[in-house]
């Protein structure tokens, strides 16, 4: 099983970026984005069942992201706008089969290399 993450780079403030997660295959039951910056713990951004409903996200991006799936492609996205300086950070997918828990990294068996997003003032 793998998990392909890509989308990241440098961004100004206040623009937009779109974020793709590939996955090998399509058994999962939820997915999510985590990020993490320089000395801070990784959290959760996004999380979306596998039937493309029941998302959530986290109170810093609420508002700003939206995560979504395509099934045809096994892909999953999180697009975010109105990004902020404090955006700055690794991006990764991860993949679970549980249904709880699901703001926990350590919910996740599966992750996908992590993307860097850098957004500056």
């Known amino acids: 099983v793998q998990l392909q993450a890509f989308g990241g780079g440098l961004v100004q403030a206040g623009g937009s970026l779109r974020l793709s997660c590939a996955s090998s295959?399509?058994?999962?039951?939820?997915y999510a984005w985590f990020r993490q910056a320089p000395g801070k713990e990784r959290e959760v951004v996004a999380v979306i069942h596998y039937t493309g409903r029941g998302t959530r996200y986290s109170d810093s991006v609420k508002g700003r992201a939206t995560i979504s799936r395509d099934n045809a492609k096994n892909t999953v996205y999180l697009r975010m706008n109105s990004l902020k300086p404090e955006d700055t950070a690794v991006y990764s997918c991860?993949?679970?089969?549980?249904?709880?828990?699901?703001?926990?990294?350590?919910?996740?068996?599966?992750w996908g290399q992590g993307t860097q997003v850098t957004v500056s003032s």
């Open positions: 295959v399509r058994t999962f039951n939820n």
């Open positions: 991860a993949a679970t089969y549980r249904s709880d828990e699901l703001r926990a990294p350590s919910t996740y068996d599966y």
